[in-house]
Protein backbone atom coordinates (compact mmCIF):
# COMPACT_ATOMS: atom_id res chain seq x y z
CA UNK A 1 0.00 0.00 0.00
CA UNK A 2 1.16 3.60 -0.86
CA UNK A 3 2.04 5.77 1.83
CA UNK A 4 -0.15 8.81 1.49
CA UNK A 5 1.39 10.87 4.37
CA UNK A 6 3.75 13.74 4.38
CA UNK A 7 5.23 13.24 7.62
CA UNK A 8 6.66 9.93 9.03
CA UNK A 9 4.68 8.54 11.96
CA UNK A 10 6.76 7.33 15.13
CA UNK A 11 5.34 4.71 17.14
CA UNK A 12 5.06 5.52 20.82
CA UNK A 13 3.03 4.85 23.74
CA UNK A 14 1.90 7.31 25.63
CA UNK A 15 -1.28 7.75 28.13
CA UNK A 16 -4.05 11.05 27.20
CA UNK A 17 -7.12 12.68 27.08
CA UNK A 18 -10.07 13.45 25.08
CA UNK A 19 -11.20 16.71 26.32
CA UNK A 20 -15.00 16.58 24.83
CA UNK A 21 -15.58 20.27 26.01
CA UNK A 22 -19.01 21.57 27.77
CA UNK A 23 -17.92 20.72 30.95
CA UNK A 24 -18.37 16.59 30.56
CA UNK A 25 -15.71 14.47 31.73
CA UNK A 26 -12.25 13.41 29.37
CA UNK A 27 -11.68 10.21 28.57
CA UNK A 28 -9.14 8.33 28.81
CA UNK A 29 -7.29 7.08 25.28
CA UNK A 30 -3.58 6.00 24.47
CA UNK A 31 -1.66 7.86 21.78
CA UNK A 32 -0.44 4.90 19.08
CA UNK A 33 1.78 6.81 16.81
CA UNK A 34 2.21 10.50 15.75
CA UNK A 35 3.45 12.69 13.70
CA UNK A 36 3.38 16.82 13.00
CA UNK A 37 -0.11 15.91 11.32
CA UNK A 38 -1.73 13.83 13.06
CA UNK A 39 -2.00 10.30 15.10
CA UNK A 40 -3.79 6.94 16.14
CA UNK A 41 -5.12 6.85 19.36
CA UNK A 42 -6.30 4.02 21.42
CA UNK A 43 -10.00 4.32 22.86
CA UNK A 44 -12.94 2.54 24.07
CA UNK A 45 -15.53 3.49 22.30
CA UNK A 46 -14.62 5.18 19.22
CA UNK A 47 -18.09 6.14 17.80
CA UNK A 48 -19.11 7.75 20.93
CA UNK A 49 -16.78 10.52 20.39
CA UNK A 50 -17.04 13.86 18.55
CA UNK A 51 -15.63 14.22 14.74
CA UNK A 52 -14.07 17.23 16.75
CA UNK A 53 -11.97 17.52 20.06
CA UNK A 54 -9.14 18.35 21.79
CA UNK A 55 -6.43 16.00 22.56
CA UNK A 56 -4.89 16.99 25.88
CA UNK A 57 -0.99 15.10 26.53
CA UNK A 58 -1.37 15.40 30.45
CA UNK A 59 -4.11 15.48 32.84
CA UNK A 60 -3.36 18.82 33.55
CA UNK A 61 -4.20 19.90 30.30
CA UNK A 62 -1.35 21.94 29.60
CA UNK A 63 -0.02 20.45 26.17
CA UNK A 64 -3.29 20.20 24.03
CA UNK A 65 -4.24 19.65 20.29
CA UNK A 66 -6.84 20.23 18.52
CA UNK A 67 -8.46 17.14 16.36
CA UNK A 68 -10.27 15.76 13.55
CA UNK A 69 -11.59 11.98 13.48
CA UNK A 70 -10.27 11.14 10.04
CA UNK A 71 -10.94 7.74 10.38
CA UNK A 72 -12.64 5.09 12.94
CA UNK A 73 -11.96 1.56 13.81
CA UNK A 74 -13.29 -0.96 16.67
CA UNK A 75 -10.65 0.13 19.45
CA UNK A 76 -8.93 3.36 17.62
CA UNK A 77 -9.05 6.43 15.35
CA UNK A 78 -7.31 8.43 13.48
CA UNK A 79 -6.72 12.12 13.78
CA UNK A 80 -5.58 15.17 11.88
CA UNK A 81 -4.31 17.85 14.35
CA UNK A 82 -5.60 21.04 13.43
CA UNK A 83 -3.88 24.55 12.87
CA UNK A 84 -6.18 26.63 14.23
CA UNK A 85 -7.07 26.77 17.86
CA UNK A 86 -8.79 29.82 17.72
CA UNK A 87 -12.52 27.13 18.29
CA UNK A 88 -10.56 26.04 21.75
CA UNK A 89 -9.24 29.31 22.76
CA UNK A 90 -11.71 29.27 26.14
CA UNK A 91 -10.65 25.98 26.79
CA UNK A 92 -7.04 27.33 26.79
CA UNK A 93 -7.61 30.02 28.88
CA UNK A 94 -9.33 28.14 31.83
CA UNK A 95 -7.00 27.43 34.65
CA UNK A 96 -4.79 23.94 34.49
CA UNK A 97 -7.00 21.53 36.43
CA UNK A 98 -6.73 17.91 36.71
CA UNK A 99 -9.50 16.66 34.52
CA UNK A 100 -12.08 14.00 35.33
CA UNK A 101 -11.80 10.95 33.73
CA UNK A 102 -15.04 8.82 32.42
CA UNK A 103 -13.33 5.57 31.26
CA UNK A 104 -10.25 2.90 32.13
CA UNK A 105 -7.17 4.12 29.93
CA UNK A 106 -5.98 1.17 27.38
CA UNK A 107 -2.37 0.06 28.01
CA UNK A 108 -0.41 3.02 28.88
CA UNK A 109 3.47 3.47 29.65
CA UNK A 110 4.50 2.23 33.32
CA UNK A 111 7.75 4.53 33.24
CA UNK A 112 8.74 7.95 32.61
CA UNK A 113 11.27 6.91 30.05
CA UNK A 114 8.39 5.10 27.86
CA UNK A 115 6.78 8.66 28.14
CA UNK A 116 7.61 11.35 25.14
CA UNK A 117 6.31 14.71 23.99
CA UNK A 118 4.40 14.97 20.94
CA UNK A 119 6.34 18.19 19.60
CA UNK A 120 9.55 16.00 20.05
CA UNK A 121 7.94 12.77 18.49
CA UNK A 122 6.79 14.93 15.57
CA UNK A 123 10.23 16.89 15.33
CA UNK A 124 12.38 13.36 15.26
Given at each position: MFEKRKDIRRVVSYPAFIDLGGGRP??????????QEG?????ANPE?????FILALSSDGAARRRCRVTWRAADSIGVQFLKDMKKSARALRRPAARIELEQAPPTAPQSLEDQVDIDEIAGR
Open positions: AVKCALCDASAQLAVALPDE
